[in-house]
């Protein structure tokens, strides 16, 4: 399997090395571990020393074959500790039917135009920019969800 972000995307960033502002969108299913914040810093922003603003919204999936130790929201959220001038969110789905794992991570302000694979947990707040949503999860969606969604998601036009 090729890897998206190690073999593609990377080495592309890494041919623009005075680049002082980066938004990043993008999905990508990954063997072993979520994208979190010290891969961020370590494959990025550290390789980039003229960035100044680096706006993010990365949905990783992994696959669960037997995993003990998979990490929290928290894990994720410490990650970020040392991100400067970035509000950054996340929030973790583990899937036990399709045996995937799911972990979005993005910065504040939200810029993208959809958001998709929103599950029961997506963490409260208002995304103006998103028009399109797609949602995923094992659990039925209930009522107050819907009331959530409506709320976090304003100017949504579209829901997939």
Same mark, same amino acid.
Not at 54 to 77: A, G, K, R, Y
Not at 130 to 144: M, N, Y
């Given at each position: 399997?090729? /890897?998206?972000?190690?073999?593609?995307? $990377?080495?592309?960033?890494?041919?623009? &090395?005075?680049? #002082?502002?980066?938004?990043?969108? !993008?999905?990508?299913?990954?063997?072993?571990?979520?994208?979190?914040?010290?891969?961020?810093?370590?494959?990025?922003?550290?390789?980039?020393?003229?960035?100044?603003?680096?706006?993010? /919204?990365?949905?990783?999936?992994?696959? $669960?074959?037997?995993?003990?130790?998979? &990490?929290?929201? #928290?894990?994720?959220?410490?990650? !970020?500790?040392?991100?400067?001038?970035?509000?950054?969110?996340?929030?973790?789905?583990?899937?036990?039917?399709?045996k995937k794992g799911k972990c979005q991570i993005y910065?504040?302000?939200?810029?993208?135009?959809?958001?998709?694979?929103?599950?029961?947990?997506?963490?409260?707040?208002?995304?103006?920019?998103?028009?399109?949503?797609?949602?995923?999860?094992?659990r039925s969606f209930e009522h107050e969800f819907f009331?959530?969604?409506?709320?976090?998601?304003?100017?949504?036009?579209?829901?997939?």
């Amino acid at each position: 399997m090729i /890897s998206f972000y190690d073999e593609l995307l $990377l080495p592309f960033l890494y041919r623009m &090395p005075n680049l #002082e502002k980066l938004a990043s969108y !993008f999905v990508v299913e990954r063997n072993k571990s979520f994208i979190d914040g010290y891969q961020l810093k370590r494959d990025i922003i550290n390789k980039m020393p003229q960035l100044n603003q680096f706006l993010f /919204s990365i949905c990783s999936i992994i696959d $669960l074959n037997n995993e003990i130790d998979l &990490p929290t929201n #928290e894990d994720i959220q410490n990650t !970020f500790r040392d991100f400067k001038n970035n509000q950054i969110t996340s929030y973790i789905n583990y899937f036990s039917e399709s045996k995937k794992g799911k972990c979005q991570i993005y910065s504040y302000p939200v810029t993208i135009r959809r958001d998709e694979f929103i599950a029961n947990n997506f963490p409260d707040g208002i995304f103006k920019c998103v028009r399109q949503v797609s949602l995923f999860d094992e659990r039925s969606f209930e009522h107050e969800f819907f009331l959530r969604l409506q709320k976090a998601f304003p100017f949504m036009n579209s829901l997939l």
